[in-house]
């Protein structure tokens, strides 16, 4: 059963990176895509992009095109989310999650357990 | 972008009850819809997928239909632990939208 552990909680001032990881165990990692979803205080989901760790194919959300990167290490199952010029905005929890899926349909699960990253001068 | 439009934004409800949630799609998506639940504090959990295959291990008492613009999502007979939030995701094209989501309260 793969198990996804993210990385600890971040404090960043604006116009900053951070990177976040997302280290999966238990499974098969490069076949499957992660993907990267975040939630800001009190809102919804945002979908933020994904990769396929086996072909080191990545796709992203317009939204945050130019400022994110994910990239992902073979050699230790882990996937990294990077966002750089960060703003208060920013401020939200960042989920990996792992896309399975059948046929053309897929889904997302299982989760990691969330990485709070804020944002503050 | 898809935009997902769930209805109602909440809801309260009573042990037993049967509870529905709808999410509307902006355009058609065939069937590319995910249902999730999030209790407060944690991640999201996959209730239903393909708009109506229910994930393994989640109870029966959920379930998922629509196809097109228009689905929804089944609570048969409500129970304690339902108590908490509920998202629909659209996986037609990225990116991969989400309804704003559905809170579920104790009525």
């Known amino acids: 059963q793969v198990q996804l552990v993210q990385s600890g909680a971040e404090v960043k001032k604006p116009g900053s990176s951070v990177k976040v990881s997302c280290k999966a165990s238990?499974?098969?990692?490069?076949?499957?895509?992660i993907t990267w979803v975040r939630q800001a205080p009190g809102e919804g989901l945002e979908w933020m992009g994904r990769?396929?760790?086996?072909?080191?194919?990545?796709n992203y959300a317009q939204k945050f095109q130019g400022r994110v990167t994910i990239t992902a290490d073979k050699s230790t199952s882990t996937v990294n989310m990077e966002l750089s010029s960060l703003r208060s905005e920013d401020t939200a929890v960042y989920y990996c999650?792992?896309?399975?899926?059948?046929?053309?349909?897929?889904?997302?699960?299982?989760w990691g357990q969330g990485t709070l990253v804020t944002v503050s001068s | 972008d898809i935009q997902m439009t769930q209805s109602p934004s909440s809801l309260s409800a009573s042990v037993g009850d049967r509870v529905t949630i709808t999410c509307r799609a902006s355009?058609?998506?065939?069937?590319?819809v995910n249902w999730y639940q999030q209790r407060p504090g944690k991640a999201p959990n996959l209730l239903i997928y393909?708009?109506?295959t229910l994930q393994s291990g989640v109870p029966s008492r959920f379930s998922g239909s629509g196809s097109g613009t228009d689905f929804t999502l089944t609570i048969s007979s409500l129970q304690p632990e339902d108590y908490a939030t509920y998202y629909c995701?659209?996986?037609?094209?990225?990116?991969?939208?989400f309804g704003q989501g559905t809170n579920l309260e104790i009525k």
């Open positions: 999650a792992r896309r399975g899926s059948a046929y053309t349909q897929n889904w997302l699960d299982p």
């Open positions: 238990g499974g098969t990692f490069s076949s499957y895509a």
């Open positions: 990769i396929i760790p086996l072909l080191d194919i990545t």
């Open positions: 355009q058609s998506i065939s069937s590319y």
């Open positions: 393909a708009a109506s």
């Open positions: 995701q659209q996986t037609y094209s990225t990116p991969c939208t």
